[in-house]
C-alpha cells in the first residue's frame, strides 16, 4: 500500500491547526511528525506538547520520527501526546532491542530509521518485530534538501531482505521527496513516503499528494 505522508516540519507553526486541516482534506493518509533535540541532530523542531495539542484535531495516524538520543527516556510520553507509529535511530538508541520493546509496550508501532551512513543491515536482526523500516535520504535535521539517489540500494536491499522472509513492514524514505525523485524511491521497493517541503509549498496541496501517489504507485516494485 502506498502511503504518503506530509512532513509538518514544513508547516506553517503560527497556524498548525488550519496545517492539519489541510492536509486532512488534501488526502494525506497520515501526519509525519519530526521531533528534533539539538543533540543527535543539529536543530530543534517540537516536542510532546505539540503533538499533544494536535492530536485534539485529528484523528489521523501520528508517524513521530524522533531524532532524539534514547529516545527509550520519551516513549511513554509521545505515547500519551497520541504517538501511533514511533520511529527511532538505530544510531541513537544505546539499546535498540529494549527500545523497541518500550514502544511495542506502549501500544504503539514500532519502526527504526537509519541515516545515511549507517548501513541497513542493522536493521535486519530487529526486522520480525518493526512495522516499518525508514531510510533516510537526506541527513536528518533540516528540511528542503537534495534527494540522494545513492541510497537506493539501501532500499532495494532491505526491500528483497523483506520479501525474502515473507514478512509485512513499511519501507519508508524520508528526504527530498518530490513528484521529481518519488518514482525512483518507489521503483526502489519504498512504499511509504515523507515529504515536506514539496507538499507544504504545492500550489495545490491536494493535487500535489495526488499526483505522488499516482507516480508512487506507477513506478511501486515490491
Ligand atoms: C529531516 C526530516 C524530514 C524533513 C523532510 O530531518 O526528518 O522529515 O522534514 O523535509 P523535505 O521533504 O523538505 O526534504
Ligand atoms: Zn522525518
Not at 75 to 101: L, N, P, Y
Not at 136 to 143: C, K, Q, Y
Not at 180 to 191: D, F, L, P
Request: hydrophobic content about 40%; charged content about 25%; aromatic content about 8%.
Amino acid at each position: 500500500m502506498i502511503i504518503i505522508s506530509p512532513s509538518f516540519l514544513s508547516a506553517d507553526f503560527g497556524r498548525l491547526y488550519e496545517e492539519t486541516e489541510s492536509m486532512a482534506q488534501c488526502g494525506a493518509d497520515w501526519f509525519h511528525l519530526d521531533v528534533m533535540d539539538g543533540r543527535f541532530v543539529p536543530n530543534i523542531s517540537f516536542g510532546v506538547p505539540v503533538i499533544k495539542a494536535l492530536r485534539k484535531h485529528s484523528d489521523k495516524t501520528f508517524d513521530v520520527h524522533l531524532m532524539i538520543d534514547e529516545p527509550i527516556r520519551y516513549i511513554d510520553d509521545f505515547r500519551h501526546a497520541g504517538a501511533d507509529i514511533i520511529t527511532v535511530h538505530t544510531e541513537a538508541c544505546s539499546d535498540v532491542q529494549k527500545t523497541i520493546d518500550k514502544i511495542k509496550s506502549c501500544g504503539c508501532v514500532p519502526s527504526l530509521s537509519v541515516k545515511p551512513g549507517t548501513p541497513v543491515e542493522d536493521t535486519f536482526k530487529y526486522l520480525d518485530q518493526v512495522g516499518m523500516v525508514l531510510i533516510m535520504t537526506v541527513e536528518p535535521g533540516f528540511g528542503g534538501q537534495s534527494f540522494m539517489e545513492d541510497m537506493m540500494p539501501k532500499v532495494k536491499l532491505l526491500r528483497e531482505e523483506i520479501n525474502r522472509r515473507g514478512l509485512e513492514v513499511n519501507v519508508q524514505v524520508d528526504g527530498g521527496i518530490s513528484a521529481e525523485t518519488i518514482a525512483s524511491a518507489a521503483g526502489a521497493g519504498a512504499n511509504a513516503f515523507v515529504a515536506g517541503s514539496a507538499i507544504f509549498g504545492a500550489e495545490n496541496r491536494g493535487e500535489y499528494i495526488s499526483g505522488l501517489r499516482r507516480a508512487a504507485e506507477a513506478a511501486f516494485r515490491g
